[in-house]
Nanobody, 128 residues
Framework: QVQLVESGGGSVQAGGSLRLSCASS????????VGWFRQAAGKQREWGSH???????SYSHSVQGRFNISKDPAKEVVYLQMNSQKSEDTAKYYC??????????????????????WGEGTQVTVTS
């Protein structure tokens, strides 16, 4: 089972940017669908974005146009570039990965443990 480690979280002022990284443990992510989720205090975890095997991407309405997901297969890392951050972006951010044979089978609802691997998360705090 692939193991994932998130990094890059921290504190940023509203309007600023952060880039999160999701590193896999020696597995190429070329055959994985990888998603980013977040959970704010007292709220349910919500899906934010995912990137499929072929690099196609999808975003929730709340981050569309501000966040960008990308991957570097050579480095076995998926990134989440977060721009124009708002206070409501404050949350713990998690990445998840599930191997898929076809990019069409990548979607926000597939990241169910234990079928999908999850990282421990990284905290992002946006201050006004």
């Amino acid at each position: 089972q692939v193991q994932l480690v998130e990094s890059g979280g921290g504190s940023v002022q509203a309007g600023g940017s952060l880039r999160l990284s999701c590193a896999s443990s020696g597995y190429s992510l070329t055959t994985y669908c990888v998603g980013w989720f977040r959970q704010a205090a007292g709220k349910q975890r919500e899906w934010g974005s995912h990137i499929s095997n072929d690099g196609s991407t999808s975003y929730s309405h709340s981050v569309q146009g501000r966040f960008n997901i990308s991957k570097d297969p050579a480095k076995e890392v998926v990134y989440l570039q977060m721009n124009s951050q708002k206070s409501e972006d404050t949350a713990k951010y998690y990445c998840a990965a599930r191997q898929r044979s076809n990019s069409a089978h990548c979607g926000d609802g597939i990241f169910i443990p234990p079928l999908a691997a999850w990282g421990e998360g990284t905290q992002v705090t946006v201050t006004s």
